[in-house]
């Protein structure tokens, strides 16, 4: 499917919503989404501003069983997929400076709708551009974790509404040797800063050329502890690796973010399997954040699969949903529009699901610990068994 | 929703296909299940038989990229899911002899529609019973890996099709003081049983009371080199288990196949993501193949959950399925009927994704053997970071 067709497409939800009715509707959300889930009311000025913005704002609220001797742990996630503003060929402050004023419109109405945690995607205050090989200027949208820019804009922010903020940028460690990170921030609902995470695992696929630009992360799967929660942050291709899911929910993670910046072609039928399995998996909630849009570069570029130069790396596909540990998932954000998704949970589901499916009981760790640890060697000989 | 409502829906894709047209389909496919497969044209003959005799049977090809040096590497797949027949008051042999007949005749089918490989479903001899957590008859269906009648049954049929069959059991180990173990015996095309495997997670959830019959495999992770390609066994409750697929990858396996008895209500919308969230993770094939039917049994029991006291385990969702390294699938079998899914592979197709999408490459499988051989410590202190 050319890249214009598969554009025209809102997703998989604006379809089978548009086709099907009553019980259909319901089965085919049953066994695809776990059920239908209760969407949340917003006031009509909240949804009529995002409307008038161009901003696709959904809500919805994902239960879990009332406990005698715990309260509901009830959280609201805001996930947002955003576009870039200006053209790439504008000036960088002025790129930058743009996306703030969008995103941070999106946080404003993220806030009013109740949002507790709001996490942004990948690399959120510029265009993908690593798909271009090229150095300047886009190495210029790098800048502090502590410092920069972004976070002292971010932090008044999440001060003013009293919401944390998970914000990924590229990062420049001007304290070591100024060397350039894919790095989420952690902003507390106080303003601070209360730390970073990096990037496990980076792409060598497609257009994904970012192993040019920074390595993998040395900062190991830190889970942060928030006043809504215990984070962690999973960036973009790490969700391809099961066991970077599993070293966030062993150092205790209640939500795992996965932002990210895929494009269509390549891995939108992962999409909707990767996160939801890791939400599985570890009995957490997974919320996987994309971008959204089509972003065209000044100059052109191959990507090494015999096509002619040219100059957009394809169509990110927004997409961002949210699943939780019992398997059930919102449904996506547009495949084409800018938009909030805010899903109200209850923390409490957590432990809820371990006591029930019980997989962190039965996972038997410290076998794979010393079978994983066996197949790492070089010199490992894989258990075949051959007909005599 | 109650099992009597879901009895009646066949599943997903025959409400998509109901209610779908064109693009609208074609798009919805294409997010979903990576895109829509060729069917496997069968003889009239052959698909008439099989209606004749109320059996589902479907067919799909899976493609790869034609390669320069290596041959395709084509290999037909076969999933089996079946139902019980005669009812589970009958004497133990009589109900073991009539599944066999008709899983004989659904191999005959499989065979003659040029299946290589022929997975059929977990205890596919008889009743899923745990849930009684009664030991007389039922500990009766347990018999030898080697010799009992059902490998000696299934051992002239992979001879005189000369095709290779997995078969789960309730295994006897009568060699080791009758102890009883959840099996599947790997049976060559020409006949002789290559090796066995054991179920490595035993469930503790709902109804699957089996930790109460058998005890977690001691055999590991083995892979079977056939002549049809490497095949490893992943029983059941291992597919909850991300690494349980891993080591099952790292030791070589072209094809996991997945053989389950699983029940609505409890893992439906799980069913679809966990074995395809292992075939892309781990740049394999997986086969997900689950029981189909209501199976009643003669004394009541409880479920642990405040319900009345009843006779059935639910409904057994079949839905039996093929992922591929891509992350494409094929659609599922019904939920309601019996089936035999072909599915034609190019096992090219797993080196071909390692090449492009490379997670074998970027999994830093060292850092993680570390990190989970440290996390598996009682002593283990989760790495959490606090705001100041």
Redesign the interface.
């Known amino acids: 499917?050319s890249a214009s067709?598969?554009e025209q497409?809102g997703?998989?939800e604006e379809?089978?919503n548009?086709?099907?009715k009553g019980?259909?509707l319901?089965?085919?959300y049953?066994?695809?989404?776990?059920r239908i889930l209760k969407p949340i009311e917003f006031s009509t000025d909240l949804s009529k501003f995002a409307a008038d913005n161009n901003i696709q704002l959904a809500g919805y609220v994902i239960e879990a069983a009332k406990e005698q001797l715990r309260a509901p742990r009830k959280v609201r996630i805001a996930a947002i997929q955003n576009s870039i503003v200006e053209a790439t060929t504008a000036p960088i402050a002025q790129q930058r400076e743009a996306i703030h004023r969008r995103v941070g419109q999106m946080i404003e109405i993220a806030a009013q709708g109740g949002a507790n945690i709001i996490g942004l995607q990948e690399a959120w205050t510029m265009p993908f551009a690593f798909c271009t090989r090229e150095r300047l200027p886009w190495t210029e949208f790098a800048e502090s974790a502590e410092h920069g820019p972004t976070t002292k804009f971010l932090s008044q922010l999440a001060k003013k509404y009293g919401v944390v903020i998970i914000s990924p940028i590229l990062e420049r460690d001007e304290s070591r040797d100024d060397v350039i990170w894919n790095t989420a921030v952690v902003i507390?609902h106080?303003g601070?800063v209360?730390?970073k995470s990096r990037k496990?695992?980076?792409?060598?696929?497609g257009d994904f050329n970012e192993s040019t630009y920074y390595m993998?992360s040395n900062l190991?799967?830190?889970?942060?502890?928030?006043a809504f929660g215990?984070i962690g942050i999973n960036i973009c291709?790490g969700r391809?690796?099961?066991?970077n899911w599993?070293?966030y929910a062993?150092?205790?993670a209640e939500i795992i973010f996965n932002p990210s910046a895929t494009v269509n072609g390549l891995s939108?039928?992962?999409w909707?399997?990767?996160a939801?399995?890791a939400a599985?998996?570890n009995h957490v909630f997974t919320v996987a954040i994309n971008r959204v849009g089509t972003e065209l570069f000044p100059n052109e570029f191959t990507s090494g699969n015999g096509q002619p130069a040219h100059k957009d790396f394809g169509h990110f596909y927004g997409s961002s949903y949210v699943a939780a540990p019992d398997?059930?998932r919102t449904p996506g954000l547009s495949r084409t529009q800018e938009g909030i998704l805010i899903t109200e949970v209850d923390l409490n589901l957590c432990r809820q699901t371990k006591d029930?499916?019980?997989?962190r009981?039965?996972?038997?760790?410290?076998m794979?610990?010393?079978?994983?640890?066996a197949?790492?060697a070089p010199e490992?000989r894989?258990?075949?068994?051959?007909?005599?």
Do not use: C
């Open positions: 499917m067709v598969a497409s997703g998989v379809l089978l548009a086709n099907l019980k259909d319901e089965e085919v049953r066994i695809l989404y776990g507390s106080t601070n209360i730390g496990n695992h980076i792409p060598r696929v993998e190991g799967h830190p889970v942060f502890e928030t215990k291709y391809h690796h099961p066991q599993l070293m062993l150092n205790s939108e039928t992962l909707g399997i990767e939801r399995n599985i998996a398997g059930t029930s499916w019980g997989f009981m039965t996972q038997r760790l410290d794979y610990a010393e079978k994983i640890s197949a790492a490992y894989p258990h075949i068994i051959k007909e005599h």
